[in-house]
């Protein structure tokens, strides 16, 4: 199986900070990357397919890069509901796997 | 706009089989070529694929469940169906079904249902 590493695990910031989470893959899987956000009590919403394309409706504050193994989220200005956990997950090959998760909390 | 929602116990006993159901509405779940996917989430936890199954019935499971799950597709009902059997503790979780993005493979889930905590317990 291939192993999604995520980091930081937790971060905290504030409105109107810049973000980025790392998203590190056991072994190269291309551009198979997909992230999340989920707020609780919520399923989690697809925001970033394909390494680098935005979901529909997603803002635009919102982007990715990377490719092979490492792999970027990045928040460019954010706004207050942002605050969530945010995961990577792989579509190289069957098994699908997640990384652990990223929480995103008010400083 | 594509909706699923999911049914089923939210408490099942252990060494039991767990069923529950995916009803999708604002669309066919045997238009566009797709995927429809079960991932769970144990409490406090992370996500895990359980497994995909397409329009046409062909299944992909994660090997870790494989040998307790089953994921059946009712076209006639607009249904998707996962059955986890001898379940534990460990099985305790969020259980959400959703369609994947892409039409003919197993990529990147939009949209998802709600998700439906099932608790296992005697």
């Known amino acids: 199986d291939i192993q999604m590493t995520q980091s930081p695990s937790s971060v905290s910031a504030s409105v109107g900070d810049r973000v980025i989470i790392t998203c590190r893959a056991s072994?190269?899987?291309?551009?198979?990357l997909a992230w999340y956000q989920q707020k609780p009590g919520k399923a989690p919403k697809l925001l970033i397919y394909a390494a680098s394309s935005l979901q529909s409706g997603v803002p635009s504050r919102f982007s990715g890069s990377g490719s092979g193994t490492d792999f970027t989220l990045t928040i460019s200005s954010l706004q207050p509901e942002d605050f969530a956990i945010y995961y990577c997950?792989?579509?190289?090959?069957?098994?699908?796997?997640f990384g652990q998760g990223t929480r995103l909390d008010i400083k | 706009q594509l909706q699923l929602q999911e049914s089923g116990p939210g408490l099942v006993k252990p060494s039991e089989t767990l069923s529950l159901t995916c009803t999708v509405s604002?669309?066919?779940?045997?238009?566009?070529?797709?995927?429809w996917g079960w991932i769970r989430q144990p409490p406090g936890k992370g996500l895990e694929w359980i497994g995909s199954i397409y329009y046409s019935g062909s299944t992909y499971y994660n090997p870790s469940l494989k040998s307790r799950v089953t994921i059946s597709i009712d076209t006639s009902k607009n249904q998707f169906s996962l059955k986890l059997s001898s379940v534990t503790a460990a099985d305790t979780a969020v259980y959400y079904c959703?369609?994947?993005?892409?039409?003919?493979?197993?990529?990147?889930?939009?949209?998802w249902g709600q998700g439906t905590l099932v608790t296992v317990s005697s």
């Open positions: 959703a369609r994947d993005r892409d039409h003919g493979v197993v990529r990147w889930f939009d949209p």
């Open positions: 604002g669309g066919s779940i045997s238009s566009g070529s797709y995927h």
């Open positions: 997950q792989h579509a190289n090959s069957f098994p699908i796997t």
């Open positions: 072994q190269g899987i291309s551009s198979w």
